[in-house]
């Protein structure tokens, strides 16, 4: 390993730069092909994080040794006495790996945002367009009352009911339904046209950052399973008994408003087929929605790593409570701290 580190800083021969220097690498504009080429970047580094030690130091000291790292060029790296260049290098080399996936994780924010920047846009685009048929709506739907309202038999309502449209009663409850879609400000049917272009990329992130649940509860991490298994499919409409999914039990995650989009029942009312296209976004967005609160982290990431990692064990708050309370005057006896509450919250009011 100590060779290998040694080599990140020699010029090989079908390179035109050092190893150490491509591992400074930046993210830049998330096309296809910069996604594709950052996916085996991290792949890279993936690889060398994997062979080196977890280093055992206070995180102050780790971020000052990680700017020292990054400010040294290769010669001046090479330059240095062994075991400091050792040890900078695989500090700076685990940090970064935490980096790029914090990146990738940005990035996949990133976009999910700006497909709903989009959507919402078209949806205000298309209420204006069709302000007009909304008008037409809304004075058919007079009409209707106040043939409703005429003195007569109920036939005779009925009848001036009927003279009163506008038109055909299925085309009425097809311009209804199209409204009814779009209303109440929903932006999701405008999600699938802009996001036919960042599919792919979006897809590239998720292999990247490869969430894990921090909960008991590994619904989506199935749901990213069957993510993986639809990238190649193109078909619209897939059949749930392909994805081996339970219909009952598995789709139960998904928001009201998703699952009028994502699901179609049969007559009996059992889940039929999935709408692929939205079954994906409503998953994307979900594990976007899981890794800001926290249920989904990133392994080894840096600001989306497991926060249950960052709390105490059991033996060191049974060995250091009684000193944490001298020290910050906290009661640490639980009914002793309720009733400090009890009384401060009092007091306030």
């Known amino acids: 390993m100590k060779e290998r580190i040694d080599s990140l800083f020699k010029v090989s021969r079908d390179e035109s730069s050092t190893t150490w220097n491509m591992l400074k690498r930046e993210p830049k504009k998330p096309t296809n092909k910069e996604t594709r080429s950052y996916l085996q970047?991290?792949?890279?580094?993936?690889?060398?994080?994997?062979?080196?030690?977890?280093?055992?130091?206070?995180?102050?000291?780790?971020?000052?040794?990680?700017?020292?790292?990054?400010?040294?060029?290769?010669?001046?790296?090479?330059?240095?006495?062994?075991?400091?260049?050792?040890?900078?290098?695989?500090?700076?080399?685990?940090?970064?790996?935490?980096?790029?996936?914090?990146?990738?994780?940005?990035?996949?924010?990133?976009?999910?945002?700006?497909?709903?920047?989009?959507?919402?846009?078209?949806?205000?685009?298309?209420?204006?367009?069709?302000?007009?048929?909304?008008?037409?709506?809304?004075?058919?739907?007079?009409?209707?009352?106040?043939?409703?309202?005429?003195?007569?038999?109920?036939?005779?309502?009925?009848?001036?009911?009927?003279?009163?449209?506008?038109?055909?009663?299925?085309?009425?409850?097809?311009?209804?339904?199209?409204?009814?879609?779009?209303?109440?400000?929903?932006?999701?049917?405008?999600?699938?046209?802009?996001?036919?272009?960042?599919?792919?990329?979006?897809?590239?992130?998720?292999?990247?950052?490869?969430?894990?649940?921090?909960?008991?509860?590994?619904?989506?991490?199935?749901?990213?399973?069957?993510?993986?298994?639809?990238?190649?499919?193109?078909?619209?409409?897939?059949?749930?008994s392909l994805l081996e999914l339970d219909a009952e039990q598995d789709l139960q995650w998904l928001p009201s408003a998703w699952r009028k989009l994502v699901v179609t029942e049969r007559t009996d009312g059992r889940i039929a087929t999935i709408n692929r296209r939205y079954f994906e976004l409503a998953v994307l967005y979900a594990i976007r929605d899981e890794l800001k609160s926290g249920d989904l982290f990133i392994q080894h990431g840096e600001r989306y790593d497991d926060y249950r990692e960052q709390l105490v064990d059991d033996a060191t708050l049974a060995r250091e409570l009684t000193e944490y309370g001298q020290v910050t005057g906290i009661e640490t006896g639980p009914k002793a701290f309720t009733q400090a509450l009890k009384v401060a919250l009092l007091g306030k009011h």
Do not use: W
């Not at 846009?121 to 004075?139: A, F």
């Open 41 to 240: 970047h991290i792949r890279r580094l993936q690889l060398l994080v994997e062979q080196l030690p977890q280093p055992y130091i206070p995180v102050p000291k780790l971020k000052q040794y990680r700017y020292i790292a990054r400010s040294l060029n290769a010669s001046e790296m090479a330059e240095l006495k062994p075991q400091k260049r050792y040890a900078l290098a695989v500090i700076y080399i685990r940090a970064q790996f935490a980096q790029t996936l914090d990146d990738a994780a940005d990035l996949f924010m990133r976009m999910l945002q700006n497909l709903d920047n989009q959507a919402r846009n078209k949806l205000g685009e298309y209420q204006q367009e069709h302000q007009q048929r909304t008008d037409r709506l809304i004075g058919q739907l007079k009409e209707v009352l106040l043939a409703y309202q005429i003195n007569g038999t109920d036939q005779q309502r009925v009848e001036a009911i009927g003279s009163s449209l506008i038109a055909d009663v299925d085309d009425l409850v097809a311009i209804c339904d199209e409204h009814m879609a779009y209303a109440g400000r929903n932006h999701l049917p405008f999600l699938i046209q802009p996001y036919k272009a960042v599919r792919a990329q979006l897809l590239n992130c998720i292999e990247i950052i490869n969430p894990q649940s921090s909960s008991e509860d590994d619904t989506l991490i199935r749901m990213m399973k069957v993510l993986q298994g639809l990238r190649s499919t193109r078909h619209e409409m897939v059949p749930i």
